[in-house]
């Protein structure tokens, strides 16, 4: 009856935090889903756009910090059900604004809202699932970001048809106010809440638990780890880069390259329909990797697929701004040969093949990541300062965001989009290199006793 249980609640909890999330991220990303439409009504330069969406940016850092630091002493229902709630008013009243300075307060009030979502997610998922399904189920419902993404571009695209930006952005701001009471109801903290017995978190059973020291350490000792600021800023490039091609990418296809507006969202779709597949995998061999060879004090066995993930977004990213041209070029390159049968089969041409197949690579390559530099944030800190490790990671993350957007469009506006796409290419190459020059160093934060060093 225990297992019964433990399977209903599993399955209710992580449906509804599927769609709260989902919802979180689609409200999140209206702006920049529906910013062709928006620049059609109001006349906004590429500065402005940076400004609004550099706002958002900066209040959800400073949010998902303040909200991971205190999530041990918040109730994750109440505090994932505010912030839906919050974002969901904040965009109705979005709609109904016209101002460049209007829609950056109101962006900044969207992003501090948007950062009471993750953090309660991750609590709750410790507290329902087993440490050796944590990086599993952290990419399963990671993954809602990576639906949200890649319906969202379209069905705006297709609403925007019929119906203006702004009747879109509020309908989507109800349905998250809704939502949010449907998450009251059905998402319960920890097991103890509906009677059963809580999981203890701990290591794996088997030889080494026995005597084993406490791991706890102290701040100074956790903050002055080298492994905490490697993997904040390689997370900090990776989350910067990532932010940079879901938000700028449609307009660089668009006004660099010559491509349509359904162009443009379809590859912003291809690249969330691969960031789903990645998040999925990272998480399956991930942990793959972690059960044949176990965590140890130096070095990770899920540096592996990260470096190899880093890479592909290096590729990947070079491939599109170097290989995609708004003029048809006379001699038909080899990708356009090897896409000829499946252009004959879709009715696609090659052009707009290789457009999705590019954004799937990258959605892939850079949503793998993302799942596991917060996996091995939590699982390399000490038992007392696990949610600190993952808010200050998150917050360096964020910060990378930050730099995606006001920073990111300024080069684009002064230069060129080109010229952006290429900045951020070779910091991605160059932190994939740091990275894997010091993949094999301690990695285990805090104090390490020398009977486990």
């Known amino acids: 009856m225990g297992a019964t249980g433990y399977g209903y609640y599993r399955t209710v909890i992580l449906i509804s935090m599927f769609l709260g ?3 979180y991220y689609f409200n999140r990303k209206t702006f920049s889903f529906l910013m062709p439409s928006v620049m059609e009504e109001i006349e906004l330069d590429k500065e402005e756009l940076g400004l609004i969406t550099s706002s958002q940016t900066l209040a959800y850092a400073i949010s998902k910090f303040a909200s991971g630091v205190l999530s041990d002493q918040l109730s994750a229902r109440w505090l994932f059900s505010l912030g839906l709630f919050i974002i969901g008013g904040i965009n109705i009243i979005f709609s109904w604004s016209s101002s460049v300075m209007v829609f950056t307060g109101l962006w900044f009030l969207n992003g501090l809202g948007q950062g009471f979502g993750w953090p309660p997610c991750a609590k709750v998922l410790r507290k329902w699932f087993e440490p050796s399904q944590f990086g599993t189920w952290w ?3 990671s993954c809602s970001m990576n639906l949200a993404g890649s319906l969202g571009p379209i069905i705006t695209t297709v ?6 930006w702004r009747t879109i952005i509020s309908v989507s701001g109800g349905v998250c106010m809704g939502f949010a009471f449907v998450c009251v109801l059905l998402v319960k903290n920890e097991p103890s809440d509906v ?3 809580s999981i203890q978190p701990g290591g794996k059973k088997g030889k080494g638990n026995k005597n084993t020291p406490n791991d706890e350490s102290t701040l100074k000792e956790f903050l002055l780890s080298p492994y905490l600021w490697v993997l904040s800023m390689s997370y900090l490039v990776v989350f910067g880069v990532k932010i940079a091609c879901t938000d700028w990418g449609q307009l660089f296809l668009m006004q660099e390259k010559g491509q349509s507006a359904m162009m443009g969202s379809s590859y912003m779709s291809a690249l969330e329909v691969g960031g789903f597949a990645g998040s ?3 998480g399956l061999l991930s942990d793959r990797a972690v059960a044949r060879h176990g965590l140890g004090t130096h070095g990770n066995p899920r540096h592996g697929l990260l470096l190899a993930m880093m890479a592909g977004m290096t590729v990947s990213m070079y491939l599109f701004r170097i290989t995609i041209t708004a003029e048809i070029p006379k001699d038909d390159p080899l990708w356009v040969t090897a896409l000829h049968p499946v252009s004959v089969l879709t009715g696609l041409s090659e052009k707009e ?5 590019l954004g799937a690579v990258f959605g892939f390559s850079s949503y793998g990541p993302i799942a596991l530099f917060g996996v091995i ?3 390399s800190a000490p038992s007392n300062y696990c949610g600190m490790s993952h808010a200050i990671v998150a917050l360096m993350a964020n910060v990378g965001a930050f730099l995606a957007g006001l920073p990111f469009s300024a080069i684009a506006k002064h230069y060129s989009w080109d010229t952006a796409f290429w900045v951020a290419e070779v910091i991605c190459a160059l932190t994939t290199v740091c990275f894997f020059l010091l993949r094999n160093m301690r990695t285990k934060m805090g104090r390490v006793h020398k009977k486990t060093d």
Not at 159 to 164: F, I, K, N, Q, R
Not at 353 to 357: E, V
């Open 139 to 141: 990419a399963v419902l």
């Open 159 to 164: 609403l925007a048809e019929y119906y203006s």
């Open 377 to 379: 944030a939590n699982e």
């Open 195 to 197: 009677g059963l017995p």
């Open 280 to 282: 999925i995998a990272a």
């Open 353 to 357: 093949i290789w457009i999705l197949t």
């Open 21 to 23: 999330y989902l919802l």
